[in-house]
């Protein structure tokens, strides 16, 4: 029952509310709630741990709510891998080739103005034993009717199972609706989300196989999808998988001028015209508890900062295992997320050229396929095998005019690498002795470039200005993801949907906001982490 109230209560609640409605992602429920309760978010101080995209998300969420958030990050930037870094001439981005970005949630975010969004057609060019092709952007009808042309024997699938995947889509728009007002009726998911619900412990192979028996077929629909959550069919949740490929079809894509750097600099940005904090060079080490309710973070320094809310946005075992370590709650957690796996890592190289290089036909990536099936080349990236994994290759001089100074040219050579292959270094890496890890990382570097001058651009190691690469031993240094992981825990059948791990924890004021929480690494999946946690901590309070 709402309590009496006076008139200085009143115009503070009035004020909360108001500040609320101002972000999208607050139910009226919430906000009603903390108004009647006469609730100020401004005495809920919140350290964030981390600022890549799900901790750079969360404080643009609960700093626009009125929250005192302080964000603490170990690197001297912000963004994880949302980053960028100069090498001679160029300025070379460490992660984004892609991400859709809805023009609410950019909106939500405070980035109009600060930020520029390029849409891109993601032109592609494909190359296979058998042929070479360049893909257009295609409406869903034409990419199906295309792939019907080349696959006729599959015609009836093919249709079929795009269709179910956009009706997947269409369901969690519904469901996540629902769930921001807090009108999920769990009992009920069947009826009203009969697609996602069949979807809910199969995995994506599943999926595909009551539709397509051809597994090359398999392979072409699957594009991008290995690529995107480093899984393969077989393991990947088949609500996720039908998700993303729905999503890939039908969305448009974005990259942020000039680099994904300059939108995580605009996020921070916003967080300090919320007057936010954010703090750079500093790892916390230990979140403090009392009567397992956080009341703060310490920094390696042994600084502390008091918090009734911590977020945190560095992986899950650090956050348990090492922050939380004397705590039993925690333990016990940590013992249940010990089943789960780190995500697969990356192998990239980034070139600078000299000569202004736009590709055959403008395409804004290049493709070149293994000849194997998708399995196999899952087998492949893990084992980080550069004469056989597919490699992915980003031409971003054709993402928008001007990337590149006049006269040069910027592109990276991609493929998921397995830890395995690197933690043989581990040790002497961290202890700086990198001679053998470098002639490791020079060989596979060097068989990537050759196996792309062959196949792609001819020529291309004599354009060569300034090259670097980046191994799951540097995402570590940079990160502190284990494994060099770059989607946290990926969505496989058993931690995904309903199984998902969550943004909330057994430790009262904890939230995770990474690709180790809800939604898996990526750009849109950290945004939806951010939007989550503050809307767990506006329930909580
Ligand atoms: C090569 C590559 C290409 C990719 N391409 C795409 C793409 O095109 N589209 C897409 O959507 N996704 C892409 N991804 C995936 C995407 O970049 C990541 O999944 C996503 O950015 C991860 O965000 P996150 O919120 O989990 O945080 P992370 O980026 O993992 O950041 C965590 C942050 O926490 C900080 N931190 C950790 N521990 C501490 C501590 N103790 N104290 C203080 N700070 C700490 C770290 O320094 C880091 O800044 C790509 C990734 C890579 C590596």
Not at 18 to 36: R, Y
Request: net charge positive; charged share 25%.
């Amino acid at each position: 029952m709402a309590k009496e109230t006076t008139r200085r209560e009143f115009i503070k609640m009035a004020s909360i509310a108001a500040s609320m409605t101002t972000i999208g992602c607050m139910s009226s429920k919430f906000v009603n709630n903390l108004a009647e309760e006469g609730k100020n978010p401004s005495d809920y101080p919140v350290v964030v741990i981390g600022s890549g995209m799900g901790g750079l998300a969360s404080a643009v969420y609960l700093s626009k709510a009125g929250f005192p958030v302080t964000v603490i990050e170990q690197h001297n930037v912000p963004g994880g891998y949302a980053t960028a870094f100069k090498r001679g001439d160029f300025n070379f981005d460490v992660s984004l080739h892609f991400f859709d970005l809805p023009e609410d949630i950019y909106q939500e975010l405070g980035l109009e103005g600060k930020v520029e969004r390029i849409p891109l057609d993601l032109k592609r060019r494909l190359i296979r034993k058998d042929n070479d092709i360049t893909i257009p952007k295609l409406s869903p009808e034409q990419l199906i009717t295309a792939l019907i042309e080349r696959y006729p024997n599959e015609k009836d699938g093919i249709r079929s199972y795009f269709e179910f995947c956009f009706a997947v889509v269409d369901e969690l728009t519904r469901f996540g609706k629902k769930m921001e007002t807090g009108s999920v009726f769990l009992p009920s998911m069947p009826l009203q989300y009969p697609k996602m619900w069949s979807l809910r412990n199969i995995s994506l192979s599943d999926l595909m196989n009551k539709y397509i028996k051809d597994s090359m077929v398999i392979k072409s629909l699957n594009y991008g999808v290995c690529g995107i959550y480093g899984l393969p069919p077989s393991q990947l949740s088949g609500l996720m998988g039908a998700a993303s490929t729905g999503i890939m079809v039908k969305s448009q894509f974005y990259y942020f001028k000039s680099r994904s750097q300059d939108l995580s600099n605009g996020l921070a940005s916003v967080i300090k015209d919320n007057k936010g904090t954010l703090i750079y060079g500093k790892a916390v080490n230990k979140i403090l508890t009392d009567n397992n309710r956080v009341t703060g973070v310490q920094i390696d320094d042994g600084k502390v900062y008091p918090a009734k809310i911590v977020v945190s946005n560095a992986n899950a075992p650090d956050t348990f295992g090492k922050f939380l370590s004397d705590n039993k709650k925690a333990q016990k957690h940590m013992e249940k997320l010990a089943q789960y796996k780190p995500s697969i890592s990356s192998f990239l190289i980034w070139l600078g050229l000299k000569g202004e290089f736009h590709g055959k036909d403008s395409e804004q990536s290049i493709y070149i396929d293994s000849g194997y099936d998708i399995e196999t080349d899952f087998e492949n990236y893990l084992a980080c095998n550069a004469e056989k994994s597919p490699i992915s290759i980003a031409l971003y001089d054709n993402y928008y005019k001007g990337y590149s100074r006049p006269g040069t040219s910027t592109l990276t050579i991609m493929i998921l690498s397995g830890y395995e292959p690197w933690r043989r270094f581990e040790k002497d890496y961290f202890a700086g002795n990198k001679e053998e890890y470098n002639r490791e990382k020079m060989r596979i570097a060097q068989t990537l470039i050759k196996r792309v001058e062959e196949k792609a651009i001819p020529g291309l190691s004599s354009m060569i200005q300034v090259m670097e690469a980046a191994t799951p031993l540097t995402n570590i240094t940079y990160t502190k993801n284990p494994e060099g992981a770059i989607y946290g825990y990926p969505p496989n059948t058993k931690n995904a949907y309903m199984n998902r791990v969550k943004n909330f924890t057994p430790i009262d004021g904890l939230y995770l906001s990474s690709g180790w929480g809800y939604n898996p690494g990526s750009y849109y999946g950290g945004i939806m982490n951010g939007r989550d946690v503050c809307r767990l901590v506006m329930k909580d309070i």
